[in-house]
């Protein structure tokens, strides 16, 4: 049955590319053949349910496809533990997709140093093994250093039309993986950037990528590999893939490496995306930005970012939560936390506040004490600077508002801590109100109270509101650092609070912590 699948889907695929005759094609290269183990020495590793779903679904759609690199590894690949290189046909680029979709893939717009013409990424979260995969989906077959991908060789339709079947996924043709090897690995070679590595981490390690080639080599055939390099890449004459194949070698010299990528450079200039130099500088721009600064750039959705609110009174895991949903995300994706508990003070806060404090000491000095209440009942006035401060407050905060909103706008994920409820009043509310509550205000305390408000109200529901409920018995038990009273009446207020009237995610923190994570995970991706 398999073989019949094969045949249609070979036929399938000839008839929308222009036929190529290869005649020294071997007979059998849409045989299905059983997983290779890896050279590293593992045993195969079963793949991951979600990979496994797409696989089906690539192939029963008769998607044109192939995992198209380093398959000398691929059950790493398929278990999960490195990304999936699929070339797909660019006239099955829009099935791809809507499949991927629908088993819970979504696309991410690349980062900042990367390549975006012929390349898309797509990521999964398999909550059944709770891991992300991810795959590096290329149209175009592109080549050169990871920073540039600066050649592209239009001979997709030919290695899509020569696949054969292992396993689960399809893969190419040994010769055309072998092919395919060295040109990707002489044009992603550069001297500056390995010279760079070895005066700061010691000399690279070049073992794998011989390890590699000598797998590949001895699954291809050579002749045949002269054959297809003449019909299909015809700049390229066969002496100078030779040079380039030796100087992978794990005993070749670093300027055998430079000469060999200079003769290929040549040879491919024709498939050349940018000049030489113009890609050199590019390649210097980002290695500085990126490379030496370590600063990773992760990737933003291309369906636009996310802005929630992790909320829950002392003792429900809030800001543990906070920290493992930041180290989920951020290997891949652009995340940031902002606290609205604690904003970055501005220099005019800072100024209120030493007013403030000296101010305090003066009264001290004077033993004129300031708050508590009147003789009839009434809130004394807590005075006009305490009423700046806490406008101060409120600015800092939606300064704070205003960065996440524009981080998520951008692609990216903002995680918030202490997010501003209109009904949650405990921590980090307006406070001029409630404070003068019930007293007769002034000009001044008026503008002061509408200041504080507006800067509030401008702060607008989050996109996600996911809710830690814990009864506050539990929180007490759990939150031994703190008076009980204090714990107890700030998670009385989350605990007590009918959240079924807002769109908020209501998570039970009673159970374990890795349930709560778990649990939040999946409405986090969910919600993306």
């Not at 369906?303 to 809030?318: F, R």
């Not at 503008?447 to 401008?458: F, H, I």
Request: hydrophobic letters at 40%.
């Amino acid at each position: 049955m398999s073989e019949i699948f094969e045949l249609s889907s070979f036929a399938r695929a000839e008839t929308r590319e222009r036929p190529v005759v290869l005649p020294f094609q071997p007979a059998d290269s849409k045989k299905t053949e059983p997983a290779q183990p890896s050279n590293n020495g593992y045993a195969p590793a079963s793949p991951l349910p979600l990979i496994k779903k797409l696989c089906d679904a690539l192939n029963s759609q008769q998607i044109s496809y192939c995992q198209w690199k380093s398959n000398w590894r691929l059950d790493r690949a398929l278990n999960g533990q490195g990304d999936l290189d699929l070339l797909v046909a660019s006239a099955d680029a829009q099935r791809f997709a809507i499949t991927a979709f629908n088993l819970g893939f979504i696309q991410a717009a690349p980062a900042a140093n990367e390549e975006t013409i012929g390349l898309a990424h797509f990521y999964g979260w398999d909550a059944e093994v709770e891991k992300f995969v991810h795959l590096h989906v290329y149209y175009r077959l592109l080549l050169g250093h990871e920073l540039t991908t600066n050649y592209h060789l239009p001979i997709e339709g030919l290695i899509l039309r020569s696949v054969r079947r292992v396993g689960l996924v399809f893969v190419p043709q040994s010769e055309f993986e072998l092919i395919l090897f060295v040109l990707r690995k002489v044009l992603g070679f550069w001297a500056s950037e390995t010279i760079v590595r070895w005066m700061i981490a010691g000399p690279a390690d070049f073992d794998k990528t011989a390890r590699e080639l000598e797998y590949l080599e001895a699954r291809a055939d050579r002749t045949t590999v002269h054959h297809l390099l003449e019909q299909t890449i015809p700049s390229l004459d066969v002496s100078v893939f030779e040079c380039c194949l030796e100087s992978l070698r794990f005993e070749s010299s670093l300027l055998n490496r430079m000469t060999a990528r200079r003769q290929l450079e040549r040879a491919l200039a024709e498939h050349a995306l940018r000049q030489p130099w113009v890609d050199a500088i590019l390649k210097w721009r980002r290695m500085l930005n990126d490379r030496l600064r370590e600063r990773v750039l992760g990737r933003r959705f291309a369906n636009g970012g996310l802005l929630m609110a992790v909320v829950g009174g002392d003792g429900a895991g809030k800001t543990t939560a906070v920290n493992a949903l930041r180290c989920w995300l951020d290997r891949d994706f652009a995340v940031k936390a902002f606290h609205f508990g604690k904003p970055r003070r501005s220099q005019s806060t800072l100024a209120v506040i030493v007013a403030l404090r000296a101010w305090a000491l003066i009264r001290s000095a004077l033993d004129r004490p300031q708050g508590g209440r009147g003789e009839d009942g009434s809130p004394n006035h807590p005075g006009y600077l305490c009423l700046l401060r806490w406008v101060c407050a409120a600015r800092d905060r939606h300064r704070v508002y205003l960065k996440a909103r524009r981080f998520a706008n951008s692609g990216g994920i903002a995680i918030c801590d202490r997010y501003l409820l209109p009904n949650i009043s405990l921590m980090d509310s307006p406070s001029i109100g409630q404070t003068l509550d019930g007293t007769q205000l002034n000009w001044l305390s008026n503008a002061l109270l509408k200041a504080e408000n507006k800067y509030y109200q401008q702060i607008m529901p989050p996109d996600l509101l996911l809710v830690l409920r814990l009864d506050p018995d539990v929180a007490v038990r759990r939150k031994t650092d703190e008076h009980e009273d204090h714990v107890r009446t700030r998670s009385q207020e989350i605990w007590q609070t009918d959240w079924s009237a807002t769109p908020a995610h209501v998570v039970n923190a009673e159970q374990s912590q890795a349930k709560v994570l778990a649990d939040l995970r999946d409405l986090i991706w969910q919600e993306i």
